[in-house]
């Protein structure tokens, strides 16, 4: 399995990326697909999820509203639309996928990716 991430850069406060997970060695479907992000001094979090089989979208409470989880599943990607981007939005951004049904626990997944950084500054 192997998942790679990519979309981040430099944005404004305010402003709008969309990060994108290309998974390779999986069925979609399958297995939740997650986001998650960790900023220095700080655990790593839970973003967005989209759960296994019913591909239902969660999202952390500080995100709801701003960023959209999607699967692509003709291309074997999860993208997350990140919008109205605030300055505690910044850090690296990780997909990772597991065979769990709590999808903003990070230690219910298996894989990883290396990883993307968003930086929120003006």
């Known amino acids: 399995v192997q998942l790679v991430e990519s979309g981040g850069g430099l944005v404004q406060p305010g402003g709008s990326l969309r990060l994108s997970c290309a998974a390779s060695?999986?069925?979609?479907?399958?297995?939740?697909i997650g986001w998650f992000r960790q900023s220095p001094g700080k655990e790593r979090e839970g973003v967005a999820g989209?759960?296994?089989?019913?591909?239902?979208?969660f999202y952390a409470a500080s995100v709801a509203g701003r960023f959209t989880i999607a699967q692509d599943n003709a291309k074997n990607t999860v993208n997350l639309q990140m919008r109205n981007l605030k300055p505690e939005d910044a850090g690296i951004y990780y997909c990772?996928?597991?065979?769990?049904?709590?999808?903003?626990?990070?230690?219910?997944?298996?894989?990883w990716g290396q990883g993307t950084q968003v930086t929120v500054s003006s």
């Open positions: 990772a996928a597991g065979l769990c049904d709590r999808m903003l626990v990070s230690t219910e997944y298996q894989y």
């Open positions: 060695g999986l069925t979609f479907g399958d297995w939740s």
């Open positions: 989209i759960r296994r089989r019913s591909n239902s979208p």
